[in-house]
């Protein structure tokens, strides 16, 4: 009994020992690339001065990879449409992806193989938010790549534009994250557009949509399906490409562009929060900053789990 005893406790102390050392850390890189954040924040300000839709679109490139955090959304599957970028919710509108590789040849050459694409994409999404004008935060870094992608569970685990508030709940605990985490981090919505196909359905058949908004956009997102798909809106009218809380401002106001956005305020559990994100910025940023740290901790993979790719669109040695 004694000798099984403390077989088990060896078993229990390595394996917290194995998840102390798969944790994220702050100062992953500070002696074996130290040069890496301050490469990736460079080359984030200069994409986003160039373009300032760019900063909005490398959030949502993480969003969309953190529902994973392995950079397994930058694989590229152009030729197939088998992987995540193939998806529904990716298919032709995830954008950044040159911006992603030409930071990642910049760190290569600083230090080889040693950052990870997720966790330069990590980093692009906090440098994106800051370059807007939003809040920063740590980010935690360690995070290896994956050598494969999945449309299933991209199709599966990302909550659609089309989900009602029960449904956005339930996809954002699967992954850990609460009720205040869903509503902070749709607020990343105060940045970027969207395509017609993704708001279509809200504003010609939803009720709880400004009459003036909805008229405006029909005009340039007709309403048959196939027609004007691609054609973009901003998701926040009144400050597209600054990082405020406006986006809440224009829930309260029923000017949201998607109808998961609306649903955050639309008579539910959620209207409280919503509200007081509207009146209060810092509450916003606090709580933003903190559900994005939460969201970059999403099974992510470590220690001699996966890759540190040398290309982030193709695993090595393909």
């Known amino acids: 009994m004694a000798s099984a005893s403390c077989l088990s406790l060896l078993v229990v102390l390595v ?6 050392s798969a944790q994220l850390s702050s100062t992953f890189y500070d002696s074996s690339c130290p040069r890496a954040l301050a490469t990736i924040k460079s080359a984030i300000t200069s994409a986003v001065n160039n373009e300032p839709r760019m900063g909005a679109s490398l959030l949502r490139l993480h969003f969309h990879d953190c529902f994973g955090c392995d950079a397994s959304v930058l694989l590229n599957d152009t030729a197939t449409f088998t992987g995540e970028q193939g998806a529904i ?16 040849a910049q760190v290569e050459a600083v230090c080889n193989q040693t950052v990870s694409c997720a966790d330069i994409l990590a980093v692009a999404a906090r440098d994106s938010v800051v370059a807007l004008g939003g809040p920063s935060w740590t980010v935690l870094l360690g995070r290896r790549d994956s050598t494969t992608a999945s449309k299933a569970n991209a199709e599966s685990d990302l909550p659609a534009p089309s989900f009602d508030l029960a449904n956005l709940t339930q996809a954002f605990a699967n992954k850990g994250l609460n009720v205040t985490d869903m509503v902070a981090l749709s607020g990343g919505h105060t940045i ?15 009720t709880n949509i400004n009459s003036t908004l909805a008229s405006s956009l029909q005009a340039n997102c007709p309403r048959a399906s196939g027609s004007g798909d691609a054609t973009l809106a901003p998701l926040d009218a009144t400050s597209p490409t600054a990082f405020d ?9 029923q000017r949201g562009l998607l109808h998961s956005d609306q649903e955050l305020f639309n008579g539910g559990g959620t209207d409280g929060t919503v509200r007081s994100f509207a009146s209060s910025s810092s509450a916003f940023s606090s709580a933003f900053a903190a559900a994005m740290v939460k969201m970059g901790n999403i099974s992510p993979k470590t220690g001699s789990q996966g890759q540190i790719r040398g290309t982030c669109s193709k695993v090595n040695g393909s």
């Open 89 to 104: 919710p990716n298919r032709n509108s995830l954008r950044g992806f040159t911006v992603i590789d030409n930071i990642k």
């Open 15 to 20: 394996a917290l020992a194995s998840a102390a």
């Open 245 to 253: 809380n406006a986006y809440f401002s224009n829930l309260v106001s």
């Open 192 to 206: 970027g557009q969207a395509q017609c196909r993704f708001f279509r359905d809200h504003i010609y058949n939803d």
